[in-house]
Structure formats: structure tokens, C-alpha cells
């Protein structure tokens, strides 16, 4: 059964005040004193409420998958998982999965996670099979390691390898200085580059936006 609350204003608003509760909408939306309208489900019994467990890893932040916990009303079925993608389909910017059992809900991230890297493999080998060679350049350099600026990463990405690679495979110093350098790179993936060597600053950079 529904019912209809009627109230002041909008929830949130300065003046909002519970008024009356009707069992028609009609006869709410009547009432001279309402001006929002809510729908209710009319609930008969007691509710089972148990903890749900949500992860969420917020991409191109460098950071880890965030999990965190809440009531929530039970829906009965405590296989129940949820997952979503948010962002534009092709460069998600978070991905969430959430479940009544935590192991669960650590499992199925797991498999969003392994098809959210292996999607942007696809793309990223896609994309480079029509390059006449693949150039990137140095961002900058922090803990060991260097972000690079590639046809397939944006800065948001904040891709890195270790500094260590580069200067071993382009031939260069351990001590020298990669900030803005370019290089080009053998093989990259979403996750991986191989194969550096130093190059000239390409007159018209074919780097991701």
C-alpha cells in the first residue's frame, strides 16, 4: 500500500515540515498547505537490515580500491551484488561493486577489474597497430619511478614505470635526468611499456588528450 506524504517544501529547504499523510496522491496534491509531494510504500512487519559492503577504486588517481561499510535493508537474497561503470563507457572514471558478503563482493571487483585492464589492453593495441612507432615523453619523476605522456594514457592516468627501465634500455646514466624527455617505446599496453630509446621531440606529438 502507498502512501503520500505531504510536506511544506523540499526536503533540505529552510522551512521543510512533515504535514499530513494521505492515502491517496490526489487528495495530497489537493491539500493548500503542501508543496511537495512524497510516495511512500506502507510497510507491514519488521525489516531485516544486515551490512552491505561496497568497493569503489576511483580511476586515474593512483590510488587503491577504497572498501567501506553500511546498513542497509535486507532484500532477502544474500548472493544480491551490484556493479556498476561511471564515466563514459570507453574511460570509466570509477568502478563499484557492492554485496552483502565482503569475500563476494572482493571476487566480483576482481573480475571487473580484470575486464576493465583488459578492455583498455584491447584499446591501447588498437590504437598503436596504426602508429608508424610509438612515442611518449617523460612527465615527471617521483619515488623511482617516471610518468609518461603516451597515445594511450592522459595525464589523469598518471601511468608510470620504473625510472630504472628507461635508463637501462635507452642506453642513458642512472643519474640523468628524464623530465621531459621523449623516447620511444618497442611494445605499450595499458598497464606496460618496453623497449625505450631516446628520439627527437616529435614535430606533431600523437599523445592521448
Aim: glycine share 6%; hydrophobic share 40%; charged share 25%.
Amino acid at each position: 500500500m502507498k502512501v503520500y506524504l505531504a510536506a511544506s517544501d523540499e526536503p533540505g529547504e529552510y522551512n521543510y515540515e512533515n504535514l499530513r499523510i494521505f492515502t491517496r496522491r490526489e487528495d495530497a496534491e489537493a491539500y493548500e498547505l503542501a508543496a511537495h509531494i512524497a510516495e511512500f510504500e506502507l510497510t507491514e512487519g519488521p525489516v531485516e537490515v544486515q551490512t552491505w559492503h561496497t568497493i569503489r577504486w576511483h580511476l586515474g588517481e593512483h590510488q587503491e580500491p577504497q572498501e567501506r561499510t553500511e546498513r542497509r535493508d535486507f532484500d532477502g537474497n544474500t548472493s544480491t551484488f551490484r556493479s556498476t561503470w561511471e564515466g563514459p563507457a570507453l574511460r570509466p572514471t570509477a568502478i563499484v561493486v557492492g554485496a552483502w558478503d565482503l569475500q563476494a563482493a572482493r571476487d566480483a571487483f576482481a573480475d571487473e577489474r580484470a575486464q576493465y585492464m583488459a578492455m583498455r589492453d584491447g584499446l591501447a593495441a588498437k590504437y598503436t597497430a596504426g602508429l608508424d612507432r610509438i612515442e611518449v615523453q617523460v612527465w615527471y619523476e617521483v619515488g623511482g619511478r617516471a610518468v609518461l605522456k603516451t597515445p594511450v594514457h592522459t595525464t589523469a592516468d598518471h601511468f608510470t614505470v620504473p625510472r630504472e627501465r628507461i635508463t637501462e634500455q635507452a642506453g642513458l646514466a642512472p643519474d640523468a635526468t628524464l623530465h621531459g624527455q621523449w623516447f620511444t617505446v618497442e611494445t605499450l599496453t595499458f598497464t606496460d611499456a618496453q623497449g625505450f630509446a631516446v628520439c627527437a621531440p616529435p614535430v606533431a606529438p600523437k599523445l592521448a588528450g
